[in-house]
C-alpha cells in the first residue's frame, strides 16, 4: 500500500514539472486572480463520446441488478467471505482522503502553472454541480435501497458514497487535464479504484456497492460537463462588442453561518 501512494504521488509531483514548458503566458494570465470573477465567453463542451458513457452505466445496471439476480449478489457474498478469511483484522482510514485526492490534485496543478480546460470560477463550479447531482442521487439511494452493510453498521451501503465521491473526482481530474497527458486522468481513476477496494476492505460495502458508487460519480461529473455550457453559455455571457462591456460576477459568500453566491450581472 505505501509503495502504491508513493508511486501516485509521484506521477502528480512529476507531470506538472515536464509539462511546466507547455503553458502559455497568457492562459496564465487570464486563470490569475485579477480575472478570477469573471465568467468568460465560452465553456469548452463535454469531449466526451457517447461510448464513454457506457461503462459508468453498465456499473450502475450491475449495482442495481444485484437486488435481483442472485448471481450477481452471491458475488458480493465470495468477495466478502474471501476478505474474512485472509484480512478479518485490516482496517485503514486511508480512504477517507483518498476520495479527494484528484480534487486537491487539480487545484495543486493550477496552482503551479498547469492551467486546466476552464478557469478557476467555471471549474469550481462545475465541481460544485457534480457534488449536487453525486450527493443528491447517492443520498436518495442509499435511503431507499435500505441494503445492510457488511459491518450491520447502518442500512445505507448501496451505493457506495466514498466510491461515488472519488470517482466523481477521479472524473473531474480527468476533464480539466485529459488533453494536457492522459496520465492524469490515471493518476485519479488509480486514487479511485484504491478508495473502492479499500472500502470493500474495511468492511464497509458490498462489491456491487463500490461498483454502483463508481458509476454514479463518473455520471454525475460528465453531467455536470454536459450541462454547465449550456446554461453558462445561456444566462451567464459576457456581451464584448458591447461599449459597456456587459459583465457577470459570482462572488463567494459567507453570512451568519451560511455559505451561498453573490451573483452580479452588469448591462
Known amino acids: 500500500m505505501k509503495s502504491f501512494l508513493y508511486t501516485l504521488l509521484l506521477l502528480v509531483a512529476v507531470f506538472p514539472v515536464r509539462l511546466r ?17 469573471e465568467v468568460p ?5 463535454l ?7 457506457i461503462p459508468p452505466a453498465v456499473f450502475i445496471g450491475y449495482g442495481l441488478l444485484s437486488f435481483e439476480v442472485d448471481a450477481i449478489r452471491r458475488v458480493d457474498y465470495h468477495v466478502y467471505n474471501n476478505i474474512q478469511q485472509k484480512h478479518q483484522d485490516f482496517h485503514t482510514p486511508v480512504d477517507n482522503y483518498f476520495q479527494f485526492a484528484p480534487v486537491v490534485a487539480v487545484y495543486a496543478l493550477n496552482l503551479a502553472g498547469v492551467p486546466g480546460k476552464n478557469r478557476f470560477i467555471d471549474r469550481t463550479i462545475l465541481y460544485a454541480m457534480s457534488e449536487a447531482i453525486r450527493a443528491g442521487t447517492v443520498s436518495v439511494l442509499k435511503h431507499t435501497s435500505d441494503r445492510l452493510r457488511p459491518n450491520s453498521g447502518d442500512r445505507l451501503s448501496f451505493p457506495s458514497g466514498h466510491s461515488s465521491t472519488a470517482f466523481a473526482a477521479a472524473e473531474f481530474m480527468a476533464q480539466e487535464y485529459g488533453e494536457l497527458s492522459p496520465w492524469y486522468g490515471v493518476v485519479g481513476y488509480s486514487f479511485a ?3 473502492a477496494i479499500l472500502r470493500v476492505y474495511n468492511n464497509d460495502h458490498w462489491f456491487s456497492d463500490i461498483i454502483a458508487g463508481a458509476g454514479f460519480g463518473i455520471l454525475s461529473t460528465k453531467a455536470a460537463y454536459l450541462l454547465y455550457p449550456i446554461i453558462r453559455n445561456n ?18 459568500s459567507y453570512n451568519n453561518g451560511v455559505a451561498g453566491f453573490t451573483f452580479v450581472k452588469r448591462f
Open 21 to 37: 514548458a507547455q503553458v502559455v503566458k497568457d492562459s496564465i494570465k487570464t486563470d490569475s486572480a485579477e480575472h478570477i470573477l
Open 235 to 252: 444566462f451567464f455571457r459576457n456581451d464584448k462588442d458591447n461599449d459597456k462591456k456587459a459583465a457577470t460576477i459570482f462572488i463567494p
Open 41 to 45: 465567453d465560452t465553456v469548452p463542451h
Open 193 to 195: 479504484t484504491a478508495t
Open 47 to 53: 469531449q466526451s463520446k457517447f461510448a464513454s458513457f
